[in-house]
């Protein structure tokens, strides 16, 4: 949980080193790179990082892992090849579409470079989940990280934000080479091949035409911000959005740890272990989203004027904008996994090209008017549409959907965060002062509320402790939610 939070709070470190070193405009330039990555590298990999973990996850044949997995290596290899010649030959447009400005046709390049070597990490990535070895993947993201700060920290003054680009995807390039030369050396350099996986093809392209969707459902605002309001507006709205990203941190514990192993209880059937977990997951998003959200509405301004020196503003109303739209994201990433297991993607598609229409359209309407908060809104209702319109299916396949009750305390600790971090904003202190108290604050309220609404009975969250420790020593990974009576703790926790 530590290497998850870690990675998802990178780019918040990140944030001081490069405005202040290199400027507002290169680090819009970094955000668009960073976009460029989320939608290339799974179109570079085809997915099958998310594909060979949905059908091989639990096999015992190493050969057949090994083989599949060095396909999909291949695959990233030829996929890179061609995405470079493509951006031969349709510079111009691209640089225009990407940066807002046709002349930046140079920062294609190490935006292609670091979407191959991010696909390739995908998939030794999912290589390792798929052998349940999530502790090894958290190490080597850990590392991954570790060094993508350290090498921005040592270049940033002497590099500009291109060469920087290129020596985080060597980086990235050479610890996927360990991880899949590991796969060879214990299972065997085999035939690259994708055999033995019916259905794989109509699943695989629904998945990419899903993640096409989902990516414009998500960020073509971002696109469309910068063309109308150029590379300093959008790394104002970057920042926000980093902050706002707090919210969504269990949600890539959701990501990372407890959805990947849906596929392996899916494929054995065990359809119990399934719906604890599905309830885990979504009792988690609310008990630390909602809070969480009334945290960075209030001190989040504080915080990017701390980041940023005072370079980039941004204001409670665009966070909680963009902190409602990241709430609503997590929900949706763990709900649409049921489209993953019973491979129907494809029914997905038409309220994620609704939504991918929204995010289109919307801020042309909104962002000349609204400026930053149009884009944000547009946001916002993309990713509204989405949860409503895959609650339904999410509830038949996990056999349980998001606990109300819950829900409602949640949002009561919330609102009692909000208020009681309302006054300590106008104490006259300093940024790192502010921030400080409001931590301690929030915390003992979310304590506070935990204990008095009896989220999950004492008995119970000691259970869970324990879990969370033997997996992160190294146990099989959720082995222990399989068991009867990890299975009766999950069932209940949020119940009472």
Avoid at 118 to 125: D, E, K, Q, S, W
Avoid at 218 to 246: D, K, P
Avoid at 375 to 395: D, F, G, I, Q
């Amino acid at each position: 949980m530590i290497s998850i939070a870690f990675y998802s709070l990178r780019p918040l470190v990140l944030i001081p080193v490069i405005l202040s070193n290199m400027g507002t405009t290169s680090y819009g330039i970094w955000a668009q790179i960073l976009a460029t990555s989320m939608l290339l590298s799974p179109l570079i990999s085809l997915r099958l990082n998310n594909v060979l973990t949905r059908y091989l996850s639990g096999t015992e044949d190493g050969r057949h892992l090994s083989g599949a997995f060095l396909m999909a290596t291949f695959v990233v290899i030829v996929s890179v090849g061609v995405i470079f010649f493509t951006g031969i030959l349709m510079g111009e447009p691209l640089a225009w579409l990407i940066y807002g400005n046709s002349e930046y046709t140079r920062f294609l390049w190490p935006a292609i470079a670091y979407s191959g070597s991010c696909a390739l990490f995908l998939v030794a990535g999912a290589y390792l989940n798929t052998i349940q070895r999530q502790v090894q993947f958290a190490v080597y993201r850990s590392v991954l990280v570790l060094g993508d700060c350290l090498i921005i920290f040592a270049f940033a003054r002497i590099m500009d934000i291109s060469d920087c680009t290129y020596a985080l995807s060597a980086w990235q390039v050479a610890l996927s080479i360990v991880i899949l030369g590991g796969m060879v050396a214990q299972h065997g350099l085999a035939k690259p091949s994708l055999a033995g996986m019916p259905g794989l093809w109509p699943f695989l392209f629904s998945l990419l035409a899903s993640h096409f969707l989902s990516f414009a459902a998500g960020n073509a605002n971002r696109f469309v911000l910068v063309n109308l309001m150029g590379l300093e507006n959008l790394a104002a709205f970057q920042v926000a959005l980093q902050i706002a990203t707090v919210v969504g941190l269990v949600g890539a514990l959701n990501q990372h740890i407890l959805i990947p192993s849906l596929a392996g209880h899916w494929n054995r059937n065990e359809k119990e272990a399934i719906h604890s977990l599905v309830r885990l997951a979504l009792l988690l998003l609310v008990l630390f989203g909602l809070p969480c959200m009334a945290f960075v509405v209030q001190v989040g301004p504080i915080a990017i004027g701390l980041l940023t020196r005072k370079s980039i503003n941004a204001d409670s109303s665009l966070l909680l904008i963009l902190s409602a739209g990241v709430f609503l994201k997590t929900v949706f990433q763990t709900m649409t996994y049921s489209y993953h297991l019973t491979r129907q993607i494809w029914q997905v598609l038409i309220p994620v090209g609704i939504s991918s229409i929204i995010n289109i359209a919307l801020p042309f309407v909104l962002v000349p008017s609204l400026g930053l908060r149009g884009a944000a809104v547009a946001y916002l209702a993309s990713m509204s549409l989405l949860v409503l319109a895959t609650y339904r299916h999410s509830a038949l396949v996990f056999g349980t959907g998001p606990d109300w009750k819950q829900t409602y305390k949640a949002f009561i600790m919330a609102v009692a965060i909000y208020l009681a971090l309302w006054p300590i904003r106008s104490l006259g202190m300093g940024a790192l002062a502010i921030l400080f108290l409001s931590s301690c604050v929030a915390g003992a309220l979310w304590i506070t509320g935990f204990l008095a609404f009896k989220f999950i009975p004492l008995s119970d969250l000691k259970q869970w402790i324990k879990q969370q420790l033997r997996f992160t020593l190294g146990s099989p990974v959720l082995d222990q939610f399989t068991t009867p009576s990890a299975d009766h703790d999950l069932r209940h926790a949020g119940k009472r």
